[in-house]
């Protein structure tokens, strides 16, 4: 019972399966293997994407400093090895923490000095169940000093074919399609048209990242390269991402962020609505979709601006989009992502 797929998929003709037309095997098989696909390889997006001036990312103390974190949703509980991306320049090492729950990994990343080199490194879990994590930035010098231009960090596509064990995107359970149970010889159960509901449904669950920033602490602070500390007001128009949201017309939306915070409690408004980050660190914070999308002509869809609301309370009111202090809140992390 193969749980395999092509790649790309080859896709069922609409018109085979619409009421009143005969139920054959091809059309059939076609739907599961396209279901594999898509939980194997479909929707396999960047979970962290940022990038520095030079220079504001850099490190020449030659003990390991923590510099960076992002939080970050898992494609699924079966999508277990994170490939991250750096481009850096100067000897050194970079090593990353990859944290899923109870379970976490650390790999450590030796640059070679020189002009600026892409560094690869695979961060594998054997298992774990959370639907979130983060991932960990330490840097360390040899000589000189390191500088971290961009980062990057997807989890690894699955090839063909998928594991005979069954997983989960963001808690909903996916069962990989056999696709030997779905050919001529075999009976066209009602087990397979529920089983293809269920996964349809799982899949829609699968997270897009649309803002991925974390602020840089102990950097070196030299010259006019300064590392951004904190999130200022004067941030907010930059990090916004203007997203489509799948079936937001139709359907309720749930979008989380994750705001890692400095000197809690602190109140900030997201696309409508204020919230409280209690907790010194990461606060996790579901957010429901309650504004109207902007209409853009050239696309014919809803657009949101998804980020933080330049608000007169976000801007002026409160005290976090200063300069860092040792009592006022800040926000060193900010990360959004939804359906």
């Known amino acids: 019972m193969s749980n395999s797929f092509t790649s790309p998929p080859t896709f069922t003709d609409p018109q085979a399966v619409v009421a009143g037309q005969p139920i054959s095997s091809g059309p059939v098989s076609r739907i599961g ?48 090895d994170l490939e991250v991306y750096i481009i850096a320049h100067g000897t050194g090492s970079i090593r990353l923490t990859l944290a899923m729950g109870g379970t976490s990994t650390q790999e450590e990343v030796a640059l070679s000095g020189g002009s600026a080199h892409l560094y690869i490194s695979t961060l594998s879990l054997a298992s774990f169940s959370a639907t ?27 090839s063909s074919p998928l594991p005979t064990s069954t997983g989960a995107v963001s808690g909903l359970t996916f069962r990989p399609m056999g696709i030997d149970r779905l050919d001529t010889e075999q009976p066209l159960s009602a087990r397979v048209g529920h089983r293809m509901l ?100 050239a696309f014919k869809l809803p657009i949101f601006r998804v980020g933080l609301d330049a608000t007169e309370h976000n801007l002026i009111d409160t005290g976090w989009n200063g300069g860092l202090s040792l009592t006022r809140p800040d926000i060193t992390a900010l990360c959004m992502w939804g359906p």
Not at 210 to 228: F, H, K, L
Not at 251 to 267: D, G
């Open 33 to 80: 293997e396209t279901i594999n696909y898509a939980f194997g390889q479909g929707g396999i997006t960047n979970v962290i994407s940022q990038a520095w001036r030079e220079g504001t990312c850099s490190q020449s103390l030659t003990t390991y400093q923590s510099m960076c974190e992002w939080y970050l949703p898992a494609a699924s509980t079966l999508h277990q």
């Open 132 to 158: 979130f994590g983060t991932l960990t930035m330490e840097v360390k010098a040899t000589s000189g000093q390191v500088k971290v231009d961009s980062i990057m960090a997807r989890w690894a596509p699955l």
């Open 198 to 297: 269920q996964n349809i449904e799982a899949l829609r669950g699968r997270y897009r990242t649309w803002i991925s920033w974390s602020a840089v602490s102990n950097a070196d602070r030299g010259g006019e390269d300064r590392p951004v500390e904190w999130l200022g007001g004067g941030d907010l128009q930059r990090l916004i991402a203007p997203t489509h949201i799948h079936w937001a017309e139709t359907l309720p939306q749930t979008i989380y962020c994750a705001i890692r915070a400095v000197n809690a409690p602190v109140e900030v408004d997201i696309m409508g609505q204020r919230y409280v980050l209690s907790l010194n660190g990461w606060n996790l914070i579901t957010v429901s979709l309650d504004i109207e999308p902007e209409r853009i002509n």
